[in-house]
């Protein structure tokens, strides 16, 4: 995929560029334990479609779906866990509020339970709802 920042040189608008190009994020994952929440984990942003968990100590959060700032259904989002230690990945509440299930690799998480994406492993994450991701992890 090409980089946002290349689709804008050849004359693309902002805007399409965003929704077309990709930019990779390096990020600490935050302090949140296996079941922290948001508050502590490292945001994940609407545009972040690659993420590479470079350093840090346990979480990341996907972003809200929907809303002004949130990302769209369909969306995909990568997370790279290039640490030395697991990382657990949590789901925002959608916009009115509601827990958001994350569901993949056998299991469904919700709340403030997330999947855990561990050392050298790359996941997918596609929401498919506002009130769900699907995500699909290598091993």
Request: with cysteine; glycine share 14%; net charge neutral.
């Given at each position: 995929?090409?980089?946002?920042?290349?689709?804008?040189?050849?004359?693309l608008p902002a805007a399409l560029a965003n929704l077309q190009g990709v930019t990779a994020r390096v990020v600490t994952a935050g302090a949140g334990g296996t079941s922290a929440f948001q508050g502590s984990a490292?945001?994940?942003?609407?545009?972040?479609?690659?993420?590479?968990?470079?350093?840090?100590?346990?979480?990341?959060?996907?972003?809200?779906?929907?809303?002004?700032?949130?990302?769209?259904?369909?969306?995909?989002?990568?997370?790279?866990?290039?640490?030395?230690?697991?990382?657990?990945?949590?789901?925002?509440?959608?916009?009115?509020?509601?827990?958001?299930?994350?569901?993949?690799?056998?299991?469904?998480?919700?709340?403030?339970?997330?999947?855990?994406?561990?050392?050298?492993?790359?996941?997918?994450?596609?929401?498919?709802?506002?009130?769900?991701?699907?995500?699909?992890?290598?091993?």
């Open positions: 995929m090409a980089q946002k920042t290349d689709l804008m040189g050849l004359g490292t945001q994940i942003g609407a545009s972040d479609y690659l993420v590479i968990v470079a350093t840090g100590t346990s979480s990341v959060c996907l972003p809200t779906v929907g809303g002004a700032t949130g990302c769209l259904v369909g969306d995909e989002f990568v997370v790279i866990n290039a640490g030395s230690t697991a990382i657990n990945v949590f789901a925002q509440p959608n916009p009115a509020g509601t827990a958001v299930t994350i569901i993949g690799s056998g299991a469904s998480q919700s709340g403030t339970t997330g999947t855990i994406v561990s050392t050298l492993t790359a996941a997918s994450f596609r929401p498919y709802t506002s009130t769900a991701w699907g995500s699909i992890k290598n091993s």
